[in-house]
């Protein structure tokens, strides 16, 4: 049996919600030729009113990533994030025009500054039942065997 690897989940804000799973949707999915090279501002003009308010009042979007947990993400010897993960927010910031800010540290220590409202989403969660009440839940960006 696969287990899922977990996803990118975030406190619950329903504009975060809506523009992250965009940016996920469009990620995920094979778009038209040339359609990858698309700019922040076209991408950013595609969204609704709402979401392009939430992104004004939001310009700095923190997102808790595992420090030690290569290759998915984790620290290189120069301090730098690094990993799957870390290439997949890459991805997302060249249409938000880098909102996204990794922040490496411990799973529990970036849960709980999530909770906190210290920062603003985590990477490398497991949707569990005891957590859903906490966190909306993304689809996972990658399945480990």
Not at 23 to 34: D, N
Not at 54 to 62: A, C, K, M, S, T
Request: aromatic share 14%; hydrophobic share 40%.
């Amino acid at each position: 049996m696969k287990q899922q690897h977990p996803g990118v989940s975030f406190f619950r804000s329903p504009y975060f919600f809506s523009i992250f799973a965009g940016f996920l949707f469009l990620i995920c999915f094979p778009m038209p030729a040339g359609f990858a090279q698309t700019d922040e501002k076209n991408f950013i003009s595609n969204l609704t009113a709402e979401e392009r308010e939430w992104l004004v009042l939001h310009p700095d979007i923190r997102i808790g990533i595992m420090d030690a947990w290569p290759p998915l993400n984790y620290v290189d010897e120069n301090g730098k994030p690094e990993g799957i993960g870390v290439k997949y927010l890459s991805a997302l910031n060249s249409r938000l025009g880098g909102r996204l800010l990794p922040v490496p540290g411990p799973f529990k220590k970036n849960y709980d500054l999530v909770l906190n409202g210290k920062l603003d989403a985590l990477m490398d969660i497991t949707n569990r039942p005891d957590r859903e009440h906490l966190f909306c839940f993304t689809r996972p960006y990658i399945v480990v065997p």
